[in-house]
């Protein structure tokens, strides 16, 4: 096979991964594989309490910044950074990580364009988890 041919058939495997591009393969794989015959998927709950609960986080951090708020902003980013790595989203891991370290040097200021980037970024990461998790 010619390496142009296994470079085509890897990219034509990752374009069948629906959450390629957003997640982490190696984190969704590791997750998947603390699965449990007879026990409830170990990735399954964790995108379940995700769902539920990051939503909320990214709008208090909207809320915060609009107020002002420093230490609330500090506190959801960092919730959402480690929830979002956890789970493979390492591009918007990153944004939060940036908006965290941002209020930590006094940088509020200059966030809004990177929480902006969260805000349009989330929907595509919650629905790549929802995909992984259909592929249970």
Same mark, same amino acid.
Do not use: W
């Given at each position: 096979m010619?390496?142009?041919?296994?470079?085509?058939?890897?990219?034509?495997?990752?374009? *069948?991964?629906?959450?390629?591009?957003?997640?982490?393969?190696?984190?969704? !794989?590791?997750l +998947?594989?603390?699965?449990?015959?007879?026990?409830?998927?170990?990735?399954g709950?964790?995108?379940?309490?995700y769902?539920?609960?990051?939503?909320?986080?990214?709008?208090?951090?909207? /809320? !915060?910044?609009?107020? *002002?708020?420093?230490?609330?902003?500090?506190?959801?980013? @960092?919730?959402?950074?480690? /929830?979002s790595?956890?789970?493979?989203?390492?591009?918007?891991?990153g944004?939060?990580?940036?908006?965290?370290?941002?209020? +930590?040097?006094?940088?509020? @200021?200059?966030?809004?364009?990177?929480? @902006?980037?969260?805000?349009a970024?989330?929907?595509?990461?919650?629905?790549?988890?929802? +995909?992984? +998790?259909? @592929?249970?």
């Amino acid at each position: 096979m010619a390496v142009d041919d296994g470079i085509a058939a890897v990219n034509g495997s990752m374009a *069948e991964m629906p959450e390629a591009g957003v997640l982490d393969a190696d984190v969704i !794989a590791r997750l +998947r594989a603390m699965r449990r015959e007879g026990k409830p998927s170990v990735l399954g709950r964790l995108i379940d309490v995700y769902m539920d609960t990051s939503p909320r986080l990214l709008q208090e951090l909207r /809320s !915060a910044l609009n107020a *002002e708020d420093a230490a609330l902003v500090e506190l959801n980013a @960092h919730s959402l950074k480690s /929830s979002s790595a956890a789970l493979g989203a390492m591009e918007f891991s990153g944004l939060c990580r940036e908006v965290e370290e941002g209020c +930590r040097a006094g940088k509020m @200021h200059g966030l809004d364009q990177t929480v @902006h980037n969260m805000e349009a970024q989330f929907p595509g990461v919650c629905a790549a988890l929802q +995909r992984a +998790r259909e @592929h249970e």
